[in-house]
């Protein structure tokens, strides 16, 4: 089982920001993707951002303009800036890498534990 450990949750004001960060192991192999994902309660988990390790981003609508997902090759991290916090995006994030098969076969992905947050008004 890959360990994807996240960090950087919590509770915030309305407008104010957080950072998520995931620590992915060090070189891990074939990454296609690695991104963010929110479940509020009583939803389904979907798609905050991601990123592809050419450094093409994907963003939901809702988050456009706010969020901001980068990577470290380095650190073997990928972060969410999240600025304009607003109570509706109050969930728990879950980090998300996408892995590459050889030979045709599907994609593995892999999840976090994820991370609490929480956006008061």
């Known amino acids: 089982q890959v360990q994807l450990v996240e960090s950087g949750g919590g509770l915030v004001q309305a407008g104010g920001s957080l950072r998520l960060s995931c620590t992915i192991p060090k070189n891990f192999p074939m990454i296609r993707t690695m991104g963010w994902y929110s479940q509020a309660p009583g939803k389904q988990r979907e798609l905050v951002a991601t990123?592809?390790?050419?450094?093409?981003?994907n963003y939901a609508d809702s988050v456009k303009g706010r969020f901001a997902i980068s990577r470290d090759s380095a650190k073997n991290m990928v972060s969410l800036q999240m600025n304009s916090l607003k109570p509706e995006d109050t969930a728990v994030y879950y980090c998300n890498v996408v892995q590459r098969q050889l030979f045709g076969k599907k994609d593995l992905v892999h999840w976090g534990q994820g991370t609490q947050v929480t956006v008061t008004s």
């Open positions: 990123i592809s390790t050419r450094d093409t981003t």
